[in-house]
Nanobody, 117 residues
Framework: QVQLVESGGGLVQAGGSLRLSCLASGSVSSINVMGWYRQAPGNQRELVADITSGGRTNYADSVKGRFTISRDNAKNTVYLQMNSLKPEDTAVYYC???????????WGQGTQVTVSS
C-alpha cells in the first residue's frame, strides 16, 4: 500500500500562484510515476501533469507554460508549481502514484484549488 498526502491548495486570485505538494509513504517503489489530476464539478478527472522517477515530464496542453511538475525522490514528494492561474483551473487536485512493475495505482484525498476572477 502507498499513502499519498497532498497539501498546498487554497484560494487565489487570477494571475496568482500556488504550489501543491504530495508526500508518498508506505511501499513506495523507486520506479514509479507520480502525477497530478484535477476534477471540476460536473467534469471528469483529467491529467494535469506527471513525472517519472527518472524525471521525464508530461503536461496537459491547457497548463503547458504555466505549471511545472517536479519531484524529490529522496523525500518521495512530488510538487506542482502553478503560475498564472485562471478561473478555469478551479478544481479538486488529486495526487496519483503508479507502481510501474505492477501497474497498481493510488490516489490522494484531494486538495481544493479555487481561482477567483
Amino acid at each position: 500500500q502507498v499513502q499519498l498526502v497532498e497539501s498546498g491548495g487554497g484560494l487565489v486570485q487570477a494571475g496568482g500562484s500556488l504550489r501543491l505538494s504530495c508526500l508518498a509513504s508506505g511501499s513506495v517503489s523507486s520506479i514509479n510515476v507520480m502525477g497530478w489530476y484535477r476534477q471540476a464539478p460536473g467534469n471528469q478527472r483529467e491529467l494535469v501533469a506527471d513525472i517519472t522517477s527518472g524525471g521525464r515530464t508530461n503536461y496537459a496542453d491547457s497548463v503547458k507554460g504555466r505549471f511545472t511538475i517536479s519531484r524529490d525522490n529522496a523525500k518521495n514528494t512530488v510538487y506542482l508549481q502553478m503560475n498564472s492561474l485562471k478561473p478555469e483551473d478551479t478544481a479538486v487536485y488529486y495526487c496519483n502514484y503508479v507502481h510501474l512493475a505492477t501497474s497498481r495505482y493510488y490516489w490522494g484525498q484531494g486538495t481544493q484549488v479555487t481561482v477567483s476572477s
